[in-house]
């Protein structure tokens, strides 16, 4: 009883710590402690899932807020443009390389500790598969785009979207075919939780019909571990 | 291949390079947009005050010293303008089609548990909090805020950023469990 109460302040300490833990954001060294009294305590882990459910319902809420239009980024660019002519600074060339470089740190799986060794194990190879695959089509976006419009603002505009977790377990080769069968690209991720955002259609579905889509994407449990409609 | 760090990126911008400007503006901009929204609740506004955030980081880039991450920066910015934009602009302006996508008083949580969809119901009570308590769970589930990260951003200690998020969560429980939805918890 004595021993037990003693565990009460260590474990509300703990369990006030499963948000962060969940997210990918603590120390090494507070989510190995977690990582501990979640493998010991059966109710703490229960309470995680409830903790990852609302992490991937408050991303979905999120992404459905939709993006800011065009309008803000040429109002930035024409301030900049008027203070840069008033007060002319050394003006420099454009690093293809580095802004590729940047998109790529979106898969930086450092949100992945949650998941326990194995699983992120599978999923940082999955995201440097699915690296490959987002890069090509950024690249492509890129070649499209106007010159004073961030080129990402219309490639991960366009078309029909989805969040999904990928199945730890799935193979490269199951998520290229899995790819290539929905003709699915990456748009953005791995976030919290190892969600990824994908256009599963270039066209904009009606909500029944992107419902339709993605239940089918569902079906695929080898590869799908979640999945529901995005903007 | 070596990402072009956000802190790389706003050394070149405090030189006055208006391409690492664009790539900055391209990586954080959607993010930004989002947090600004949830406290706004008006597209056109939330699209101004993104701007004008990205306007200052445009302008203070060389007072950047990277204490915490270029993400942070942003958007303790982005709060403090929100908030400004808060208290000079009158209620009447928030847009009814984008307070209809970010709350909807009218389906209350008794409505929505006639609807099955437990996500659905999660999602209908994580826009029924307070705004304090949306912005904390926003701030560590989407921004992928730590302890620190959300003190320095929201200005609150951090042992209150622990205490603010636990009872967030279990204002939501209890929203849940208005809802029809009982986690067993707290």
Not at chain 1, 80 to 90: F, G, L, M, V
Request: proline share 4%; aromatic share 6%; glycine share 6%.
């Amino acid at each position: 009883m004595i021993a037990s109460r003693d565990k009460a302040p260590e474990r509300e300490d703990i369990e006030s710590l499963l948000p962060w833990h969940a997210a990918g954001t603590l120390s090494r060294r507070d989510s190995e402690r977690v990582e501990q009294a979640l493998a010991q305590d059966a109710e703490l882990a229960r309470r995680f899932e409830l903790v990852r459910e609302e992490m991937v319902e408050t991303i979905h809420l999120n992404e459905t807020l939709g993006v800011p239009s065009a309008r803000a980024a040429q109002r930035l660019f024409a301030a900049i443009e008027s203070e840069q002519q008033q007060a002319p600074k050394r003006a420099t060339s454009f690093d293809l390389g580095g802004w590729l470089a940047g998109l790529v740190e979106s898969f930086s799986p450092r949100t992945l500790a949650w998941a326990g060794t194995a699983a992120a194990v599978a999923i940082v190879i999955q995201a440097g598969l699915l690296a490959g695959v987002f890069l090509k089509d950024r690249q492509a976006g890129y070649q499209t785009a106007s010159r004073n419009e961030p080129a990402i603002t219309a490639s991960s505009t366009q078309g029909s979207f989805a969040l999904v977790r990928f199945n730890p377990a799935a193979s490269a080769a199951d998520l290229t075919r899995f790819f290539d069968e929905h003709k699915a690209s990456l748009v953005e991720g791995p976030r919290a939780g190892g969600i990824y955002r994908i256009r599963v259609s270039s066209n904009n579905l009606g909500k029944d019909d992107l419902a339709k889509l993605v239940a089918r994407m569902a079906e695929d449990k080898n590869v799908v571990a979640f999945i529901v409609p995005s903007q | 291949m070596q990402a072009t760090s956000d802190e790389a990126l706003i050394s070149r911008i405090a030189a006055g390079d208006k391409l690492a400007m664009q790539v900055l503006y391209a990586r954080h901009h959607v993010r930004v947009y989002r947090f600004v929204l949830r406290i706004v609740g008006n597209s056109s506004v939330a699209e101004d005050l993104i701007s004008e955030v990205f306007l200052d980081v445009w302008r203070q880039a060389g007072k950047f010293e990277a204490r915490s991450a270029a993400s942070t920066w942003m958007l303790a910015i982005a709060r403090f303008k929100a908030l400004s934009a808060m208290r000079r602009k009158p209620e009447e302006e928030l847009d009814d089609d984008m307070a209809g996508a970010i709350e909807d008083p009218s389906d209350d949580p008794e409505v929505v548990a006639q609807k099955k969809d437990k996500s659905e119901i999660l999602r209908k009570c994580l826009t029924a909090l307070s705004p304090d308590h949306r912005e904390i769970i926003d701030l560590v589930y989407y921004h992928e805020k730590s302890v620190e990260e959300v003190a320095g951003i929201v200005g609150i200690p951090e042992a209150t950023v622990k205490t603010r998020m636990f009872y967030a969560r279990k204002k939501l429980s209890e929203l849940l469990k208005a809802a029809g939805v009982d986690r067993g918890w707290p």
